[in-house]
């Protein structure tokens, strides 16, 4: 049977097998390499709160968020997008 992608659709690294994350949308394990990671800021005061401190001059540190999408997730809710059909491998 033909192979697809010469990486089997994982990032490269000849570390071996990676552990496995599950995605945030669909609770389907996938591996760590093959999963789509997405960083959100996020603000730990409200935005009147936080014009208040910045005219006081204070240093306001912003947490992050990073969620793990399956390919199929990440797709269907916009994170990442499909390549061109001319520029896929069958295209």
């Known amino acids: ?29 996938v591996a760590r390499s093959k999963a789509k990671a997405v960083t959100r800021r996020t603000n730990l005061v409200d935005a009147r709160m936080y014009g208040e401190l910045k005219k006081a001059g204070t240093i306001i540190m912003g947490g992050q968020n990073k969620k793990y999408y399956c390919i199929s997730c990440a797709v269907h809710s916009h994170q990442i997008s ?3 059909k001319s520029l896929r491998k069958g295209g």
Do not use: I
Request: with cysteine; hydrophobic share 10%; proline share 3%.
């Open 1 to 29: 049977m033909p192979k697809k992608r010469k990486s089997g659709g994982k990032t490269g690294s000849s570390k071996g097998n990676y552990g496995k994350v599950q995605c945030a949308k669909c609770g389907r394990f």
């Open 82 to 84: 499909q390549r061109d």
